[in-house]
């Protein structure tokens, strides 16, 4: 089975408690049954007129790493893939907290480009 | 029929306006979408499926109205929530969450609000207006 990886930028909301958390990083990388997941979900969003659908994230799904400014990797937990019709984009909470990180969106292109929805 | 359902807002001592609660002014096919959305969450292992929202909007404590856009419909297999953006200022709201049922079989009726009763719409003449 092929994998992908990806570097995704996060961006965090702009309160002050979360300013020492502005420039995360979500890296993770992806199996090939995991991204068909991910383009069958676009077809569901797609066929059901839904605005974007939601689904948790398991380890066996894909390796995620959540990376602070130096490097360094932040804990997090709770996280969720979200598609929408022809974007998808990573979620997390920072580690005991109920702050949500959410990645920038990245283009379902980019997965079929890479072959990945490919047998 | 129209289903007013009050969702309520946690507060943020951060900013100031920050809504109290939203209403969702639901038609009884809104509750028919709702019950859809929930079985394909169901059927399809999901966390979450997002609508987007028909006819809502946000109050602030006082009961007067607060400016969102982007507002959207959470619905889980057994709860729904909405959020939106605080129009012109790129902060998100997210609403508590509540269970499918009650807006599904016990609408709320808004008895301490502009919304008077269940057969109300959310209509801009029901909406206060600062003095």
Known sequence: MTASSFVLIAHT???????????????????????????????????????????????????????????AQVPAEAWALKVTADQFWMTAFLAGTNHEVCSDPQELATLRGSGLSQD | MTHPFKLDIPPNPHYSGWPAYCLLSLEDPDLGRIREVAQVVRAHRLSCAQINLLVGACFDEDGFPVEIENAQLHVTLDSLYMSADLKNQGLEIRSDARPISEALIQPVVMSDCVFANSDVKLQSNHIATRP
């Open chain 1, 13 to 71: 909301e702009s309160t002050s408690s979360l300013a020492s958390t502005q420039a995360l990083r979500i890296g993770f990388t992806i199996s090939q049954t995991f991204a068909k997941n991910i383009l069958e979900l676009s077809e569901l969003v797609r066929e059901r007129d839904l605005f974007s659908v939601e689904q948790l994230i398991t380890p066996e799904d894909a390796h995620l790493v959540l990376t602070g400014s130096a490097g």
